[in-house]
C-alpha cells in the first residue's frame, strides 16, 4: 500500500496559500481607495501652506451699504488659487456673512498685495466687523478647488 499521507499535507499547504492570496485581495479591494483618496489630500494640503493672505484694509458701503472693499496681501510661497473666501464675523466672533471672489478677480500672485471688492448682504448698519480670509486654492487632486483654511489675521470693518 502507499502512504498517501504526504500529498495531503502538499494539498493542505496549496490550499492555505490560496486562501491567503484571496484574503490580501479582498482586503487590497476595500484599502486601496481610502489610500488612494488620502495621497490626494496631501498634496492640495502642502498648497495650503504656502499661500498664506493677510487683510490689510477694508471698507464697507462704498457705493452702496452691500459694498464691500479689502486691500489683501500674499505671502511668498507656490499655489495656484482660484479665489478668496472673505469672511465677516460679529463682534461676539460669530460668522455674520460669508461670499467667494473666484476667478481672474480673487487670484493674487505671490507678494503681490490687491485691492479686492464686492458686495454682501445681511451686516448691519453702524456695526464693527473682524474680517478674514480663506485661500481658495487649485491642485491636480482638487481641481474645482479647495478651501485652506481661515487666517488668524483679522482686519476690523465698521458698517456706515
Known amino acids: 500500500m502507499m502512504n498517501k499521507k504526504g500529498v495531503s499535507d502538499v494539498i493542505t499547504n496549496v490550499l492555505i496559500i490560496l486562501i491567503v492570496?484571496?484574503?490580501v485581495a479582498i482586503l487590497?479591494?476595500?484599502v486601496r481607495p481610502t489610500i488612494v483618496q488620502g495621497a490626494g489630500g496631501v498634496s492640495g494640503a502642502a498648497t495650503c501652506y504656502s499661500v498664506i493672505l493677510q487683510p490689510l484694509k477694508c471698507g464697507i458701503g462704498a457705493g452702496t451699504p452691500n459694498d464691500f472693499w479689502i486691500q489683501v496681501e500674499r505671502s511668498e510661497g507656490e499655489g495656484d488659487m482660484k479665489g478668496v473666501?472673505?469672511?465677516?464675523r460679529d463682534s461676539a466672533g460669530n460668522v455674520k456673512n460669508t461670499t467667494d471672489i473666484i476667478g481672474t478677480n480673487g487670484v493674487i500672485q505671490p507678494l503681490q498685495t490687491r485691492n479686492l471688492s464686492g458686495t454682501i448682504g445681511g451686516l448691519s448698519s453702524g456695526a464693527s466687523y473682524k474680517l478674514t480670509?480663506?485661500?481658495i486654492v487649485e491642485s491636480a487632486a482638487d481641481p474645482e478647488g479647495r478651501l485652506c483654511g481661515e487666517s488668524s489675521i483679522s482686519v476690523?470693518?465698521?458698517a456706515p
Open 21 to 23: 492570496l484571496v484574503a
Open 28 to 30: 487590497w479591494f476595500f
Open 85 to 88: 473666501k472673505v469672511i465677516f
Open 133 to 135: 480670509l480663506d485661500a
Open 156 to 158: 476690523s470693518c465698521t
